[in-house]
């Protein structure tokens, strides 16, 4: 029997992987890691209650756990301290390998500067001597939509560059494959995007088709995104403001541009397009 922990259970990413787990392989035994027990989905699984910030609870939470899924924390201005106050219970504790979710072009320059929290996480995990397989996804395909704002616009820096954004079931797809058989990916390091390269006109298009909805793509200026963002969210820190900036300077870079193979090659199947992720998003909901 295989202890496999998954951190994030509440959530629509570490969530699904539950559902994906539980019950389908008699081998496995599921142990969920999440801040409020009573918020854990409802699976006949081990519930344990810890935080990343929480080295002692963590520690605890761990003990037993074999192969770890490290779903990345909320954004925040101490995630780098707190992803290695848990890397370090982890390795504590005995975890034998990690799973982690990180980002796609992670790296100490990342445009997107958020990813470069994700290096930090890497880095802590590659150095703690436990196995590891990083699953670097890009944005999420089924999140683009709420980019736009009351109006509907996506409004940002994003210029004429494309992005392969990628479907969050299908990361949560391939996580779960990874941790069925977590030695056959031990050292991998997997970039997970969807099937095409898309600018954020045809994003726009595309998604407001199928939402039934009027969207549009507005570019602005870093200048001009900087501004809009501090007249709309006044109280907002610089390293938030900094993080949705890149989030557009990083599509307009062509650092997002690239589609993967990885997925593909993990699933045995095509990664889903944009009209596919929202419309199984919108079919979960219903």
Known sequence: MTTIGITGATGALGGRVTTLL???DMRLDLRLLVRDAAR???????????????????????????????V??????????????????AAEAG??????TSFVDAGPGTTFTLGRDHHDTEQAIAGSGMAHTFLRDSFYLDVLPHFAD??????????RGRLAAVARDDVADAAAAVLRDPADHAGAAYDLT??????LDEVAARAGAVLGRQLRYVEESVEEAYASRRAGWPDAEQWQ??????????IADGSLERVSPDLERLLGRAPRTLEQALDQEHGQRG
Do not use: I, K, N
Not at 78 to 88: L, P
Not at 150 to 159: E, I, K, T, W
Not at 194 to 199: M, S
């Open 194 to 199: 969807g099937p095409e390269a898309l600018g």
């Open 241 to 250: 403001l900094d993080a949705w900036v890149s989030t557009y300077t990083a």
């Open 95 to 100: 975890v034998g390998h990690v799973v982690y």
């Open 150 to 159: 009351a109006q509907g616009v996506l409004r940002g820096p994003g210029g």
């Open 40 to 70: 854990a989905p409802d699976v006949d699984t081990d519930v344990r209650e810890c935080t990343y910030a929480d080295h002692g609870a963590a520690l605890a939470a761990l003990r037993g756990v074999d192969t770890l899924l490290m």
């Open 22 to 24: 539980a019950g389908a």
């Open 72 to 89: 990345s924390a909320h954004e925040g201005p101490r995630r780098r301290e707190e992803h290695r106050t848990f890397v370090a219970a």
